[in-house]
């Protein structure tokens, strides 16, 4: 069965903090798909990222990074110099290949930034 | 391109009311898809297609049910809402893979409450 957990609950930081969020995953698929969701205090849900298990090098975007690593099972979420405007939920959430794109999302980390 | 929308954005019910969800997708995506959002747990599926006519259960199917007459469109009603339907709901969309998975779209939310 697919599980993702994000155990950090909450997190703040002070502005131009670094601020990493913590992803596990659980799969029996050797092909599947990690996927990252920013939840702004507005609520919509904002795509941030898709990587395939195939693809193991880290990504960066702007502020942003992603570390995957097949062997602890974990797509950790790197936000560098963090502002006011980072304060959301973020989602990490798994899908497997061929399985109607269905989504297993983890509970979500709160993070506060504060000026 | 107005993207996911969803009907309502909010509404009350009384226990035992009944009540259907409309969501509405205008970029041509094969998949559609239903989650609730509760306090610590993420999103969780409910229902999801696949293609026109066809439905599909999730994760928490008990007390939805579906509809995909039309492949813009996908309906959830609740039949006899109970108090543990209060939730924020969440319609999504995603391009079809047969080997793969795309990220998917989300609506803005209907949040509902029974009371």
């Known amino acids: 069965a697919q599980k993702v957990t994000q155990a950090q609950t909450e997190i703040s930081v002070v502005e131009k903090e670094d601020v990493t969020l913590d992803c596990v995953y659980e799969?029996?698929?050797?092909?599947?798909?990690l996927f990252w969701y920013k939840q702004p205090p507005s609520g919509e849900l904002v795509f941030l990222i898709r990587?395939?298990?195939?693809?193991?090098q880290n990504e960066i975007s702007g502020r942003y990074s992603w570390n995957f690593q097949k062997s602890t099972s974990s797509f950790n979420f790197t936000i560098t110099a963090s502002q006011v405007v980072d304060s959301a939920v973020y989602f990490c959430?798994?899908?497997?290949?061929?399985?109607?794109?269905?989504?297993?999302f983890g509970a979500g980390t709160i993070l506060r930034v504060k000026s | 391109n107005a993207g996911v929308t969803q009907t309502p954005k909010f509404r009350v019910l009384k226990t035992g009311q009944s009540m259907t969800l409309l969501c509405a997708q205008d970029?041509?995506?094969?998949?559609m898809y239903w989650y609730r959002q509760d306090p610590g747990m993420g999103l969780r599926l409910i229902h999801y297609?696949?293609?026109?006519?066809?439905?599909a259960k999730g994760e928490v199917p008990d007390g939805y049910n579906v509809s995909r007459l039309k492949k813009q469109n996908f309906l959830l009603g609740l039949e006899s809402a109970a108090p543990s339907q209060t939730s924020v709901y969440f319609c999504?969309?995603?391009?079809?893979?047969?080997?793969?998975?795309?990220?998917?779209?989300f609506g803005p939310g209907t949040r509902l409450t029974v009371t």
């Open positions: 999504a969309s995603s391009y079809s893979m047969t080997s793969g998975s795309y990220e998917q779209y």
């Open positions: 799969t029996r698929d050797t092909t599947y798909y």
């Open positions: 990587r395939n298990s195939f693809d193991e």
């Open positions: 959430a798994l899908s497997e290949a061929g399985d109607g794109n269905k989504l297993v």
């Open positions: 970029m041509n995506h094969e998949y």
């Open positions: 297609s696949v293609g026109e006519g066809t439905t």
